[in-house]
């Protein structure tokens, strides 16, 4: 079925569709992480990723759908990143996961602390935002917490923390504490935040 043609041009340039549309995106992510959905102009978009503003409307129908799609990326991208630390069979399942914190604290300190969880950002809009971007906010968060459950299975399999613990409702814990650690790194362009949470975090599990 072809494609149906949106009101503007695509940019003179030789980029395909596809990688001025991922081009796009990947500004729209680092916009968005820094100053979330609502806060992103198109313009500033455009900019960022060197395509004239009207060419925008050739690859996505408004912004709300460009939103989407940004924020499918962002959670392929994320859902990849705890998959690159969960996976590693050769350390305990705990060690992964502190991994994983250690890799974010490096991230967050790598930018100067100005950039944080999309997801968290958006969370935080959701009052302002469509129903759809709320079902969809939901799924990702759903999926990440698949795979932190996941990993405390494994922990409690090895006798690594309680076997009373519920890994469902503390995968869910964990989501809720880690993106508000995020926020309060950001505001005090620190890692302390991160630390504290993950040291209660642990001790919860013991």
């Given at each position: ?5 949106q ?9 395909g569709y ?25 313009d ?19 912004k ?58 958006m ?5 302002q ?15 990440w ?7 405390l299975a494994?922990?409690k399999a090895?006798?690594?923390i309680?076997?009373?613990?519920d890994?469902?409702q503390?995968?869910?814990l964990?989501?809720?504490g880690?993106e ?11 890692t ?12 919860n599990?013991q």
């Amino acid at each position: 079925m072809p494609i149906k043609r949106q009101r503007g041009r695509p940019p003179k340039s030789e980029r395909g569709y596809d990688d001025t549309r991922q081009v796009l995106i990947q500004s729209g992510v680092e916009l968005l992480t820094i100053y979330g959905y609502l806060g992103s102009g198109v313009d500033a978009i455009v900019k960022k990723a060197n395509v004239p503003k009207g060419s925008f409307y050739h690859y996505f129908a408004n912004k709300e759908a460009f939103g989407h799609a940004v924020l499918e990326a962002y959670g392929h991208y994320f859902a990849h990143k705890l998959d690159k630390h969960l996976g590693i069979e050769a350390h305990p399942p705990l060690q992964r996961l502190a991994n994983f914190v250690e890799d974010a604290k490096a991230g967050m300190a790598r930018y100067q602390f100005c950039r944080g969880c999309l997801v968290g950002n958006m969370l935080q809009e959701v009052p302002q935002l469509s129903e759809q971007f709320a079902q969809q906010l939901q799924q990702i968060l759903a999926d990440w917490q698949q795979r932190i459950a996941d990993c405390l299975a494994q922990a409690k399999a090895c006798q690594n923390i309680r076997a009373d613990i519920d890994e469902t409702q503390m995968a869910e814990l964990f989501w809720s504490g880690w993106e508000g650690a995020v926020m309060r790194a950001k505001l005090f362009k620190s890692t302390q935040p991160l630390d504290q949470f993950w040291s209660y975090f642990i001790k919860n599990l013991q």
